[in-house]
């Protein structure tokens, strides 16, 4: 069998290292000095500033809502992880789903812009598949209507646009650590906000609230601290990442190589690194794409539609009293291929292979 992602394990003599640090110091939790070193290596290796670890990439959304006062409505993008939109609706938040760009798949600037009215008060655009959104068009229309910018930038971890870290873009910006993502800590996240005054709001609220210079409860906060433990897996692949990275990379470009004129890959921003992150390929119909996924897993490949369905038509979010029609119809036909540290060349072939065929028996 051929998962289609498969969490990245360092060595475990390495990470033993780091948990008796743990042991020796019995400090397992609240800004430990595990969390902090991670903190500090984070920024620096992903070039940021105001970063905050904690315990997941759904908190680290809730925080960064909370900790810029987002209220009302926000608009953001049905093609997505179901989180971007049920974080929002979650902190009371209607999510109002704009439709997206049919080249990358992101977020568009001006159908976002066509959809704000008077209780619009954030954007939350998502930089999907790692792929960096129109952060000069969401700019503009934030400024002028007043608006914060939080991006989902889940999938984004080591992208840099124009030769910036993509998370230098908005008022925030949040990370996932989720075992499946590039860069991990089993469960964990970290919001990047562009002030300080925000980064220290939500560094008390990640706590009760609690201002641990005085003991004082100056905030209404929650439990979104990460753990020693956590942290310690984070320093150790975050030892490893740069191997990690350019093997995914490796991976993806050999998978574009050899489906090149097979499928459809979304558009990449210019000036937009890759980081490997996801393989996701768009096929020309619904039933081409649902075939290719059934012969696939007959044969062990697993593959995943990724992002099915668009999230406008998951009535738990709510209503979406605007239609969008292209997430809709890409939500259809795009699936994402095997891609994980370990997969090897000889698998990826098999998985090229086995698309292929499927694609010409059909
Ligand atoms: C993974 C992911 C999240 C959620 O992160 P968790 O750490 O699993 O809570 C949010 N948004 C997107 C786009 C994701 O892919």
New binding site residues.
């Given amino acids: 069998m051929i998962p289609v992602n498969k969490p990245y394990l360092p060595d475990l003599g390495k990470y033993q290292r780091y948990i008796e640090g743990i042991y020796d110091r019995a400090w397992l939790t609240n800004n430990g000095p595990m969390v902090q070193e991670l903190k500090a290596r984070l920024e620096d290796y992903l070039g940021v500033k105001h970063l905050l670890p904690v315990a ?6 809730q925080l960064a809502y909370k900790a810029l006062n987002v209220s009302g409505s926000a608009i953001t993008t049905p093609f ?2 179901v ?2 939109a049920s974080s929002l609706k979650w902190e009371g938040i209607t999510p109002q789903f704009a439709d997206i760009d049919p080249h990358s798949l992101n977020l568009c600037p001006d159908r976002a812009a066509g959809q704000i009215d008077s209780h619009t008060s954030a954007i939350v655009p ?1 930089h ?1 598949y790692g792929n960096a959104c129109d952060v000069k068009g969401f700019e503009a229309i934030a400024s002028e209507n007043q608006l914060k910018i939080i991006y ?1 930038a ?2 984004a971890f080591g992208v840099n646009y124009q030769g910036q870290s993509i998370l230098n873009y908005g008022d925030a910006s ?1 990370l ?3 075992a ?2 590039v860069f991990h800590t089993v ?3 970290a919001v990047i906000f562009k002030d300080a005054d925000a980064y220290e709001r939500a560094f008390k609220m990640i706590n009760f609230g609690i201002d641990t210079s005085n003991g004082k409860i100056v905030d209404c906060g929650t439990n979104a601290k990460m753990s020693e433990v956590h942290a310690a897996m984070g320093l150790t692949v975050l030892d490893k990442i740069d191997e990690v990275i350019d093997r995914r990379c490796q991976l993806h470009r050999q998978y574009q190589a050899n489906l090149k004129n097979v499928v459809e890959l979304p558009g990449w921003r210019s000036g937009t690194n890759q980081n490997g992150a996801y393989m996701p390929i768009i096929f020309k119909s619904a039933p081409e794409c649902t075939a290719v996924f059934t012969a696939l897993r007959d044969q062990g490949i697993i593959v995943r539609r990724y992002f099915s369905p668009s999230l406008a038509q998951v009535e738990a979010l709510g209503d979406n009293r605007h239609s969008t029609p292209i997430a809709d119809d890409f939500a259809n036909r795009v699936l994402c291929l095997p891609l994980y540290y370990d997969l090897t060349s000889g698998e990826l072939e098999q998985v090229c292979n086995a698309l292929k065929k499927a694609l010409q028996t059909l």
Avoid: C, P, R
């Fill in positions: 997941n990439g759904t908190l680290a959304l997505t992880f989180a971007t998502v999907v989902d889940a999938h949040t996932s650590f989720h499946t993502k469960e964990g996240g």
